[in-house]
């Protein structure tokens, strides 16, 4: 008797395990990839660092690896070069703030083996900075019949329901599960 209890939960507990791994999966998955970049895409780079796939950036032609991004003046390849990176692997990239040392803008790719690929260019910008928010004080207000009194409003913060709604839906099918499991 007590075998049989024991063996109807085994497909519970192995539903529940897998809608919690199906629910932490992809949570855990985001962001750990590199970014992949197409031609005239803007990145925005901060103090963390970037991976980015730069293999859309190759000459369609031949193919050969970025090996570097030129940043030129004014934007135009055939003045003077203001900065380059080095790209050791266009497969897999990393680059942070550190990298451009300040020098936003277009950056072209280069390859040793094509030359320039003037049509393949990325933008780097600066990214936006995090802003800190002083919590509001109770400001003192003085009545004057002339004015009315400024009203503020807050919004809330927004969180997507998805997570929270697969976990539920997760649960009420475990339970839909183990209910027909005892009919």
Partial sequence: ???E???SWYPLVF???LALALVAAPAAAQGTGPRVVQPGDTIEVGS???VLDLINLRNADT???VTELRQYRDDDPTKQIVQVIGVPNDA??????RTISGKYGRYFAFSDKDGLIERNNIIFAPAPTATVTQPETAATVTETPAETPPTTTTTAPTQAP?????VIAAIGICGLLAAAQKR
Avoid: Q
Wanted: hydrophobic share 50%; charged share 10%.
């Fill in 162 to 166: 998805l997570p929270g709604l697969i």
């Fill in 5 to 7: 209890r024991m063996k």
């Fill in 1 to 3: 008797m007590t075998y």
């Fill in 15 to 17: 539903l529940a395990v």
């Fill in 48 to 50: 963390e660092p970037l």
């Fill in 92 to 97: 897999y990239f990393t680059i942070s703030a």
């Fill in 63 to 65: 193919f050969n690896p």
